[in-house]
């Protein structure tokens, strides 16, 4: 029986070989993925340069409301606080920011921040280096003809791009929540690897900054050995979130099952991780705080 779960790492199913392509299927096999391994919500994170329109996502995601808890990708050079409000209208609940041009906490961006803390849209920011290719400490094209033949692809699909990962530290975070104190941030891949310091000193005393356990066996592997989970980051600031393909999921949220069992997590630890601090952080459950 698995845990009632809200996955805040979920991307839109984009068909990367037909853009154009009508998305309805892939959404219903997700759908049916998240709801067999327990996710009663999922952030959904839609749209903008990298897949389907805002307003094509939201229309296929409007059949899935009791689940989908709609994310709008944006990039926060041409999203003014006009373009924010018409997302709210339209159904988004929250924002993703990834592979910026200038620092998260450049003062350009904090029209963004001021039109979100105002419609209480939580923002999930990526952290550190962007993977999606080949992790080459685990394999490499020389060892592996599915990851020399995905390399292949890869290449030429992507040429260079302006993207670094000093833009999206963790540290960002700090000044975006000193600056915006009700703007909810969720920090993917705790704070991604080569971050985790920075990243757990952050959360540690910012009330409305935390991070996602999305990032794969790595991520997962590190967690345990440096003592993150529970330890350097506590349980209250931590969510679950997937970042994987659909019929991974299952697989993704069995590996955190043992990792937590073997923690000695009690059930209300879990079950913060698991459900309430994201429930929380979109306003689905209302904030727990201890009695006097």
């Known amino acids: 029986m698995y845990p009632r779960i809200f996955d805040t790492h ?3 199913p984009n068909n990367w070989a037909n853009p154009g392509e009508d998305p309805t299927p ?3 096999h997700l759908m049916e993925r998240l709801r067999r391994a327990g996710i009663v919500k999922a952030a959904l994170l839609s749209g903008g340069r990298w897949g389907l329109d805002h307003q094509r996502c939201i229309t296929a995601l409007r059949p ?6 709609p994310v709008a990708v944006v990039d926060p050079d041409v999203t003014d606080r006009s373009r924010v409000s018409k997302l709210y209208e339209i159904g988004y609940r ?12 450049a003062p350009e961006y904090f029209p963004l921040y001021a039109a979100a803390e105002v419609l209480e849209m939580p923002i999930v920011l990526h952290m550190g280096v962007i993977g999606g290719g080949v992790d080459y400490s685990i394999t490499h094209p020389r060892r592996d003809p599915e990851v020399a033949r995905r390399m292949q692809t890869m290449r030429g699909r992507m040429g260079a791009r302006d993207i670094s990962a000093t833009r999206m530290h963790p540290f960002h975070m700090d000044t975006i929540a000193n600056n915006f104190p009700a703007l909810k941030m969720i920090g993917a891949h705790m704070g991604g690897t080569g971050n985790y310091d920075a990243a757990a000193s952050v959360v540690r ?5 935390y991070l996602d356990l999305s990032g794969g ?13 529970g330890k350097e980051i506590g349980v ?3 969510t679950f979130g997937s970042d994987c393909g ?5 697989d993704h949220i069995e590996r955190f099952v043992r990792i937590f069992d073997d923690l000695g997590l009690t059930d209300d630890e879990k079950e913060r991780i698991w459900y309430r601090n994201a429930a929380e952080i979109f306003g689905v459950e209302p904030v727990a705080a201890a009695a006097e």
């Open 236 to 238: 209250e600031k931590l």
């Open 94 to 105: 929250g924002l993703k920011m990834i592979g910026v041009n200038r620092n998260y906490d």
């Open 205 to 209: 005393w910012r009330h409305n900054v």
């Open 10 to 12: 979920v991307h839109f």
């Open 217 to 229: 066996e790595t991520i997962e592997r590190h967690a345990v050995e440096r003592n993150l989970i």
């Open 26 to 28: 892939r959404v219903e």
């Open 246 to 250: 659909a019929d991974e999921i299952h």
């Open 64 to 69: 899935y409301e009791d689940l989908a808890v």
